[in-house]
């Protein structure tokens, strides 16, 4: 395959799934820019690492496991730069306020502080579970087994529970 071809099946592929670069990109910052800065760095390393994709594993297992990784090494360089520059922004999902009424805008501004605070890897395991992702497509994903993924899923899940009731009724 000569350098246009290869070029225009990426192109294709990360059109395809665009989707899930905005979801992570979402999931791992806040503002504008820094989605901005996150995108283009998974692309990139998409790019970078494309003549070693195998196969065996859908082009979304792929995107996923790059992106999560890249955003997982994008949010703790920022989180590092940020606290030192300023205060660390709470919340890192922003809807649109037109879309939803009051309880749900606060259920899912709770949800958000909840996410917010999980580790990245836990954050990651969060997105691909809401985002229906089988645990065998998760465990793929993230290099985990898929046991693993149903007792971390099931633990954040619990504490999700208790937490969310507990902000909830404040």
């Not at 294709?12 to 979801?23: A, D, E, L, V």
Request: aromatic share 10%; proline share 1%.
């Amino acid at each position: 395959m000569d350098a246009i071809e290869k070029t225009e099946i990426f192109l294709s592929i990360i059109q395809s799934n665009k989707g899930i670069i905005y979801k992570v990109t979402n999931m791992y910052c806040k503002n504008v820019e820094d989605r901005q800065d996150l995108s283009q760095e998974i692309i990139i390393q998409l790019w970078k690492s494309f003549d070693n994709y195998d196969d065996k594993f859908k082009h979304s297992t792929w995107i996923y496991r790059i992106s999560l990784n890249v955003a997982i090494s994008f949010y703790r360089k920022e989180n590092s730069r940020r606290k030192i520059a300023n205060p660390l922004i709470n919340g890192i999902i922003d809807f649109s306020d037109d879309i939803f009424n009051e309880d749900t805008e606060m259920d899912l501004k709770i949800l958000q502080q909840l996410i917010s605070q999980l580790k990245d890897l836990d954050k990651a395991l969060m997105l691909l579970y809401l985002e229906e992702k089988s645990h065998k497509e998760i465990a793929q994903i993230i290099g985990i087994s898929e046991t693993n993924v149903a007792t971390k899923i099931n633990r954040i899940k619990n504490n999700f529970k208790e937490s969310f009731f507990q902000l909830k009724n404040k």
